[in-house]
């Protein structure tokens, strides 16, 4: 993908519809900067390893297991996923969560030995709580490290790293859970810091170079609307919205054509997959999200 990047943004347990009535600042600001939005995208399991998972290797868990991954207690490094494909392709590549409790590979799991990516946070994240302190939100997740949500810390990292790789190709991985994990109504004291790293990012010129992919796992998976016929629907419908340069979408008019026609279909974290794999080579590219 010539002078192509790209970064994944995921934002834990948010539907798509709780992301509009939760996010309302940050939703008019990429309804103007124009976004494609994924009105199907849909879980394939409960919680977010086994849909984050088949996002980055394309492989269920009982797959995972049986190629990489036998037992609990075994680490990830045999298990291949999908920075591995970008490393090959000489792009730089970045793994980030801001909860180092839950992490999607560490939660209950032994994580990895080695760095999987060339930038890994996970220790300077672990380092920051201990010696700056933290806030936890319920039972699951650090909300604030020092006085800053673990989410803004986050988003400046992600906007820092994406200006020092201004001239190289790169793909980008952020998950944040700390703000939005347990309570629906949490996204909302996010919505000004999201609002602003995207506006942040756009004015500064690195957004018209970048594709990005904001997305979620799944909806909020307990609590008193989970309960609702609504939050058990929303709890399948996560969000995926696609932001695309103007650039890119006229170089590759077939490709946007059967993205937009993938709008009004059910998709699922193996259809991402391969739209992933697709950035890397798109000479080859006609079916994102297949």
């Not at 949490?186 to 609002?195: A, E, M, S, T």
């Not at 995926?240 to 490709?255: C, D, G, H, T, V």
């Not at 997959?273 to 697709?278: G, I, V």
Request: negative net charge.
């Amino acid at each position: 993908c010539v002078g192509c990047v790209w970064f994944l943004l995921g934002l834990d347990a948010v539907s798509r519809l709780n992301f509009h009535r939760q996010m309302p600042k940050t939703s008019a600001l990429l309804s103007e900067i124009g976004t494609t939005e994924m009105l199907g995208y849909n879980k394939v399991e409960d919680n977010t390893f086994p849909n984050v998972v088949p996002v980055l290797s394309g492989m269920s868990i009982d797959e995972l297991k049986i190629n990489c991954w036998p037992e609990y207690g075994d680490v990830f490094d045999d298990c291949h996923f999908v920075w591995h494909d970008y490393q090959n392709a000489n792009f730089s590549t970045t793994f980030v969560e801001d909860s180092t409790m839950i992490g999607m590979f560490n939660n209950f799991k032994s994580g990895f030995f080695k760095k999987p990516t060339d930038h890994y946070l996970r220790p300077i994240m672990i380092q920051a709580e201990n010696e700056l302190g933290h806030e936890s939100i319920r039972n699951t997740t650090i909300g604030c490290i020092g006085p800053r949500l673990g989410m803004t810390m986050l988003l400046d990292y992600a906007f820092k790293i994406a200006l020092s790789l201004a001239n190289h190709v790169y793909m980008n991985i952020f998950w944040t859970t700390s703000l939005t994990h347990d309570y629906i109504e949490y996204p909302k004291f996010g919505d000004n810091d999201l609002r602003e790293f995207f506006d942040v990012f756009n004015k500064s010129g690195e957004l018209n170079k970048t594709i990005v992919i904001l997305m979620s796992d799944h909806g909020i998976r307990w609590g008193p609307f989970r309960g609702t016929y609504q939050g058990s629907l929303e709890d399948k419908l996560p969000m995926l919205k696609f932001i695309i340069p103007e650039w890119f979408q006229n170089m590759y008019p077939s490709a946007m054509e059967n993205l937009n026609k993938n709008t009004l279909r059910l998709t699922t974290p193996y259809d991402l997959h391969e739209t992933l794999l697709d950035f890397i080579d798109t000479k080859h590219q006609t079916h994102p999200t297949h």
